[in-house]
């Protein structure tokens, strides 16, 4: 099934669970976050979540740093 991925479109196995797309796209240990058709996915529910054909998603990986500038 052809979902929609960061903008590209990407042929997946049916019933794919979110989990099993991360480890697809290599980013199973990644820190990130997920959204389906502009909902929040919370990570509790990757190993459940289910996609339809043409859902559009969204992976944005969590960037570490942050100090303060003077």
Partial sequence: MELVIN???QQVPEGITAAA?????GLENARLAMEVNQE???RS????????PG???EIVRAIG???TTP
């Fill in 65 to 67: 740093g942050g100090g």
């Fill in 55 to 57: 859902d559009r998603i």
């Fill in 21 to 25: 797309l991360l480890t697809r796209l």
């Fill in 7 to 9: 903008g590209e479109p």
């Fill in 45 to 52: 529910q990757f190993e459940t979540c289910t996609f339809t």
């Fill in 40 to 42: 929040i996915v919370p």
